[in-house]
């Protein structure tokens, strides 16, 4: 066997390695997938958390407050917010981005870090982006269209890649604090999940303690960015919004279906996964860059032409 045989066969096993490695690179999703999180526009009603009338909480969602260590100069301890539809009767005003309520928590003449989380089950590896609007009424009087000597609210949203349910943890990457005082804001965050869960956040933190601190969030979006080829999440969003998922799902029940579309100009794809407690779906989606399907078929042809290179090598040392 000669060395130019030998040299072709290590080139050729070289490239097909290269080629399967950047094939099964995550791969990026345009187009618009389904909402992950429940509840995310905040119609699906709301109920007291824990039987807790003052903490009445979306379904699919849980609240929480930090009082105490808050970075406030004239005063470090806050007090617990209320939670409540924005449209409940005792809410100062009834305020919606879109529908007929948004989630609403409020403090009088005092502040708290304080919001809602929801834990979502994910494949690891996932990049996923949070998104959510937002509008703060923040104000030393007590009319309701207009803030007045309003606190620097600092809105955000955030995502624990691991799961956690700890607003204080440094594993959530969270957005910059912004401010959307007597206006509706889109705030969002991206990043990669690191486990079979993660958990979003959205918050805020009034910097002073005022009479009136309500803050309102609305039309929440968790939706995939990317996706490895990694094992699907088993569980789902707990119904109730409270405590852990009541139950898990076989992973063996799980399905995965590409199905091929007709989008011009690109490659369109359906992709639809499902379990028994849940579906997700991510339509018209166009796999860019390193796509598995141009990568495969352009390592299929450059095998193909190696093969027939080291075959009619191989026949010239045989012939010698």
């Known amino acids: 066997m000669s060395r130019q045989f030998v040299k072709l066969v290590s080139l050729s096993t ?13 791969q990026t999703i345009t187009g618009q997938t389904e909402n992950l999180l429940l509840n995310g526009n905040f119609e699906e009603g709301f109920s007291a958390w824990n039987g807790d009338e003052q903490l009445q909480v979306a379904t699919g969602w849980n609240p929480f407050w930090v009082i105490e260590g808050l970075d406030i100069p004239e ?10 539809a924005s449209n409940a009767p005792q809410s100062p005003f009834s305020r919606a981005y879109e529908g007929q309520q948004s989630q609403l928590w409020h403090t009088k003449f005092s502040t708290a870090f304080a919001g809602i989380y929801q834990r979502v089950p994910i494949a690891p590896a996932t990049t996923i982006r949070l998104s959510a609007w937002s509008y703060a009424w923040s104000s030393e009087g007590n009319d309701p269209t207009i803030s007045q000597g309003g606190a620097w609210v600092r ?3 955030g995502i624990d890649p691991t799961g956690g349910t700890d607003p204080n943890s440094p ?19 991206e990043t990669q999940a690191q486990t079979d869960h993660v958990t979003v956040f959205l918050a805020a933190y009034p910097n002073f303690h005022l009479p009136q601190n309500d803050i309102y969030f609305d039309n929440a979006e968790l939706r995939l960015v990317s ?5 699907p999440a088993s569980g789902s969003n707990d119904g109730t919004g409270f405590g852990e998922a009541a139950a898990t799902v076989d992973p063996s029940l799980v399905s995965l279906v590409l199905e091929s579309e007709t989008v011009p100009g690109q490659q369109g794809l359906t992709l639809h996964a499902e379990d028994l407690s849940h579906t997700v779906s991510v339509t018209n989606v166009s796999l860019q ?13 450059l095998s193909l032409a190696l093969l ?4 009619i090598t191989g026949r010239r040392d045989t012939s010698q």
């Open 14 to 26: 070289m490239f097909l390695v290269l080629m399967l490695t950047v094939a099964f690179l995550p």
């Open 75 to 84: 005063n470090s301890s806050g007090n617990r917010p209320e939670f409540m």
């Open 155 to 157: 809105q955000r949203v």
């Open 171 to 189: 594993n959530i990457a969270w957005s910059m604090p912004t401010q959307y005082l007597d206006s509706w804001g889109q705030i969002s965050v």
């Open 227 to 231: 996706f490895g080829l990694a094992t």
């Open 289 to 301: 860059e390193n796509s598995l399907i141009p990568i495969l078929v352009l390592g299929l042809v």
């Open 308 to 311: 027939g290179t080291l075959w």
